[in-house]
């Protein structure tokens, strides 16, 4: 089983600041199957990214995914107010497929 | 419009059993394969289950690996989750996905004495 560390596990940032998020892989993940996903309370998880760089029909291009292999990141260029929530990484080459713990951006 | 609703949460007590649905609509779903995710309060996302497109190859998490069961209806438009002998540690909210664009709004299943 793939493991997948998200780091750091919370953020504390302003509206209008750059974010980096990290997610780090066991091992390879295969053929970059590597997603990133939204969730604010009481919702489900939304698509971001695909692919390691897809970005989802309807997401901003603020929203930015990068990597490959086991090094994969997540960036938002410049933080609105509705960002302020939950992000998952996943990876879905391989059975099971896992997702990381969760990274947490707050408001400052 | 691809739509997905969940369907059949609800308390249950432990070593209970319980049948989770997802109806879909919007797409062939037929032609798609089909997950269970869930989620602990306060937790993370967990996948439990997948199953294949015409429903005969499928596959599990070591944790429910035994006691649950996934199938689909593709006459119906519905994927199922057969949920026995229930733990504490099953209480979640449980999603079914198409892979992975698509999300249902979530059951909440709790087991509880």
């Known amino acids: 089983e793939i493991v997948l560390t998200q780091s750091p596990g919370t953020l504390s940032l302003s509206p209008g600041e750059r974010v980096t998020l990290s997610c780090r892989a066991s091992?390879?993940?295969?053929?970059?199957?590597l997603a990133w996903y939204q969730q604010k309370p009481g919702q489900a998880p939304r698509l971001l990214i695909s692919g390691a760089s897809s970005r989802a029909t309807g997401i901003p291009d603020r929203f930015s995914g990068s990597g490959s292999g086991t090094d994969f990141t997540l960036t938002i260029s410049r933080l609105e107010p509705e960002d302020f929530a939950v992000y998952y990484c996943q990876q879905y080459g391989s059975s099971p497929e896992t997702f990381g713990q969760g990274t947490k951006v707050e408001i400052k | 419009e691809v739509q997905l609703v969940e369907s059949g949460g609800g308390l249950v007590q432990p070593g209970g059993s319980l049948r989770l649905s997802c109806a879909a609509s919007?797409?062939?779903?037929?032609?798609?394969?089909m997950h269970w995710v869930r989620q602990a309060p306060g937790k993370g996302l967990v996948w439990v289950s997948r199953i294949n497109s015409d429903g005969s190859s499928t596959s599990y998490a070591d944790s429910v690996k035994g006691r649950f069961t996934i199938s689909r209806d593709n006459a119906k438009n519905t994927l199922y989750l057969q949920m026995n002998s229930l733990r504490a540690e099953d209480t979640a909210v449980y999603y079914c996905a198409l892979p992975w664009h698509y999300w249902g709004q979530g059951t909440l299943v709790t087991v509880s004495s």
């Open positions: 091992q390879s993940v295969s053929s970059s199957y």
């Open positions: 919007g797409f062939t779903f037929s032609s798609y394969w």
